[in-house]
């Protein structure tokens, strides 16, 4: 199976927030930005499934609405080193292009 391309415009995600974008019957990505810059991770928060693209953001950390979990969502990093699913994000203007990989 071939990777899988998102293409959104940058300014369908408020600054300083984030937008959540159903991929397929199983992933969800939440894409956050702060000005310029964007930033794709797993929607999932990995403690319970919370929906980490609706949590509080300050513009590095996420934190998961349900209880509490902290996401560096520029790392990929959450709480104790978790590691969060990462995608690759490509920016030209106001394109944003998310590659999700195949698998
Ligand atoms: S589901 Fe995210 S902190 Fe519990």
Redesign the pocket.
């Known amino acids: 199976m071939a990777d899988k391309t998102i293409k959104l415009k940058c300014d369908e995600i408020p600054d300083g927030g984030a937008k959540v974008v159903v991929v397929n019957d199983r992933l969800k990505i939440a894409v956050f930005r702060v000005g310029d810059k964007c930033a794709a991770i797993n929607n999932r928060?990995p403690?319970?499934?919370?929906s980490l693209g609706e949590g509080a953001f300050d513009g590095t950390m996420v934190q998961?609405p349900?209880?509490?979990?902290k996401v560096d969502v520029w790392k990929g990093v959450g709480n104790a080193g978790k590691p969060v699913q990462k995608f690759p994000v490509e920016i030209k203007g106001n394109e944003l292009k998310i590659t999700i990989p195949a698998g």
């Open positions: 928060c403690h319970a499934g919370g998961c349900l209880h509490g979990f």
